[in-house]
């Protein structure tokens, strides 16, 4: 849970420190806020895999507590979890990203930084009011005479 701590200072130092470090040195700042981001739901994973499957505790019964640390890492359900919570995050990052996109419909090459033709990179747009209602009416209910 040291990872929280660090996420914590670091979202602070970023924030207080725009402008006013060199960029290398912001950057190198982000980078820490970023693995201590995803360091903070390892840790989180790691404690509810063990409390779900209590795989380490059989070890350190046995007399090798330090050892049982590590036996959580070979739980059944740890990867999963670590899996799910990767492919979520990742998700969730694609879709604001390319909800921002489509929204603000920039399609530049220049902003993106690629070197590609204007006419290969298509338009992404974003119209609400031609979408049309998935749910149909519900009829009312036959009433009794």
């Known amino acids: 849970?040291?990872?929280?701590?660090?996420?914590?200072?670091?979202?602070?130092?970023?924030?207080?420190?725009?402008?006013?470090?060199?960029p290398n040195v912001h950057i190198a700042i982000g980078f820490i806020m970023a693995v201590s981001g995803f360091a903070a739901p390892f840790g989180f994973r790691y404690i509810f895999a063990e409390i779900t499957s209590p795989h380490g505790v059989a070890v350190a019964l046995q007399g090798s507590?330090?050892?049982?640390?590590?036996?959580v890492f070979l739980n059944p359900l740890y990867p999963p979890l670590i899996l799910h919570t990767v492919v979520g995050a990742m998700s969730v990052g694609g879709f604001i990203t390319a909800s921002f996109f489509a929204i603000k419909g920039n399609t530049?090459?220049?902003?993106?930084?690629?070197?590609?033709?204007?006419?290969?990179?298509?338009?992404?747009?974003?119209?609400?009011?031609?979408?049309?209602?998935?749910?149909?009416?519900?009829?009312?209910p036959p009433t009794l005479q």
Not at 1 to 22: N, P
Not at 65 to 71: G, K
């Open 65 to 71: 507590p330090d050892s049982a640390r590590l036996q």
């Open 1 to 22: 849970m040291f990872a929280i701590v660090i996420r914590i200072s670091s979202i602070a130092l970023f924030w207080y420190t725009w402008g006013k470090v060199k």
């Open 108 to 140: 530049s090459p220049k902003f993106f930084g690629l070197t590609l033709a204007r006419s290969s990179i298509p338009r992404i747009t974003a119209d609400f009011r031609s979408m049309v209602p998935i749910i149909p009416q519900q009829q009312s």
